[in-house]
């Protein structure tokens, strides 16, 4: 990447919309939102165990992951964020879930890149402490 910013295609690989990317900041080309939901383990307890190693595991490999309520959101490489994603469910069977459902949302661009989390709700959490 050369220069201060990159101009890009904008929606659609059109010309004609652009954007800029700062040089400093990777393009995120894929941002991916996982639940993990272990089956047949027992109490909340034991749920929330097995959840809390899988968490761990995404930030092994994606340290600024975004853990909320209900999903964690993990940003960068479409091809890591996917291992991520298999490797996630390994880890809950290796903590003793003899099953787990996963529930992936995935918003994949490739040529423009996708908003960061900071991005999206930076705006909603501006009081927070």
């Keep these: 990447m ?5 101009v890009r ?9 652009r954007f800029f990317v700062a040089s400093e900041r990777m393009l ?4 991916v939102a996982i639940q993990v939901l272990p089956q047949r383990v027992g109490g909340n307890e034991e749920v929330c165990r097995i ?3 899988a968490i761990a595991y995404i930030q092994t490999k994606f340290p600024d992951a975004y853990v909320g309520p209900f999903e964690t959101t993990i940003q960068g ?8 994603v298999a ?5 809950c069977v290796e903590a ?5 459902a996963t529930y992936v949302k995935i ?18 959490h501006e009081n927070d402490a």
């Design 9 to 17: 295609a904008g929606p659609y690989g059109k010309r004609g919309a």
């Design 107 to 124: 918003f994949f661009a490739p040529e423009e890149g996708v908003l960061t989390t900071e991005e999206k709700i930076s705006k909603y």
């Design 87 to 91: 490797g996630v469910n390994r880890i």
């Design 51 to 53: 959840v809390d190693e």
């Design 96 to 100: 003793g879930a003899p099953e787990v």
């Design 2 to 6: 050369g220069g201060r910013h990159d």
């Design 28 to 31: 995120m080309e894929a941002s």
């Design 77 to 84: 490489e479409y091809d890591l964020c996917m291992e991520v």
